[in-house]
């Protein structure tokens, strides 16, 4: 096996391993010590089953279903995340982490590609350990004890309207769903220290109003989405990705109309945020 790193910041590719096949115990333990020091890997030219992509998911905790989209009816631990040809927007295209508004938000999620446009639809990754570090020490004192409040209402609130221009579809039937988080998140694999906030799941920091909340709330969002604490992931069909939750944002890019991408995901189980 070969890392193949894409920066100095995130995100590597992961090269020679066949998934489909049985993983030795070195094989597996090498693939999560790859996940803990580039935050995102990536593998290519895999060709899976959704059987075989739950079997590689299990490798690294218990599948969380997702509770607020649409999963597949014939293997339930699989979201499916479509654009089709005619369809204008896509889920993903804010910076931002999987599912904060759970208690216990995923540790890590992992996007198969299906089917990718000739053009387009890359995905972004950021560093939240770069994010928290390179701010000032009287700012990072300032955060240290905080909480946010994290909410679905982005995503549930609208969810008829948003599911008539989008093929990924959100569930109609949800209610509120929401959960206080530190601010600063210590990694409980890792031990360092991240920003924990993102703009849509975010909704003020905990004894605060929103628009008290939003000024610090939009600088931070701003640090953490630099572009010198990104990778840029090009899909090809089998690629994969498999990115650590608990320290990274994402931001899934609509440029490809015209054309249809499909991936399939699945989001592994986290601990309460500390
Ligand atoms: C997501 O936000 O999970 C979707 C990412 C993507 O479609 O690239």
Excluded at 225 to 241: I, N, Y
Excluded at 258 to 270: N, S, V
Aim: overall charge negative; some cysteine.
């Amino acid at each position: 096996m070969e890392i193949k790193k894409l920066t100095g910041n995130i995100g590597a590719e992961v090269l020679g391993v066949d998934l489909s096949k049985k993983l030795s115990e070195q094989s597996i333990s090498d693939i999560r010590q790859a996940l803990l020091d580039n935050l995102v890997i990536f593998f290519r030219d895999q060709t899976l089953t959704p059987e075989q992509q739950i079997e590689f998911a299990e490798l690294f905790g218990e599948i969380s279903k997702s509770p607020v989209y649409k999963t597949l009816d014939s293997h339930p631990k699989i979201m499916p995340v479509i654009k089709e040809i005619t369809d204008k927007d896509i889920i993903g295209d804010t910076w931002h982490t999987d599912e904060t508004f759970q208690a216990t938000p995923p540790l890590g999620s992992i996007l198969y590609a299906r089917e990718i446009p000739p053009l387009g639809g890359d995905t972004l990754f950021a560093n939240l350990y770069l994010a928290y570090e390179r701010l000032s020490p009287e700012l990072k004192n300032r955060l240290e004890g905080l909480r946010a409040i994290h909410s679905n209402d982005f995503l549930s609130t609208n969810a008829q309207i948003r599911n008539s221009t989008r093929s990924t579809k959100l569930r109609e039937d949800i209610g509120k769903i929401h959960s206080s988080h530190p601010v600063v998140r210590t990694h409980e694999e890792t031990g360092r220290k991240l920003l924990f906030v993102n703009q849509p799941f975010t909704f003020c920091f905990d004894g605060m109003t929103r628009d008290e909340s939003l000024p610090l709330l939009q600088y931070l969002y701003q640090q953490s989405s630099k572009p010198e604490l990104t990778c840029r992931f090009r899909w090809q069909p089998g690629s994969m990705a498999f990115w650590d939750n608990r320290c990274t944002m994402h931001y899934a890019i609509n440029d490809y109309p015209g054309y249809r991408r499909e991936m399939h995901r699945i989001t592994i189980q986290g601990q309460v945020p500390a």
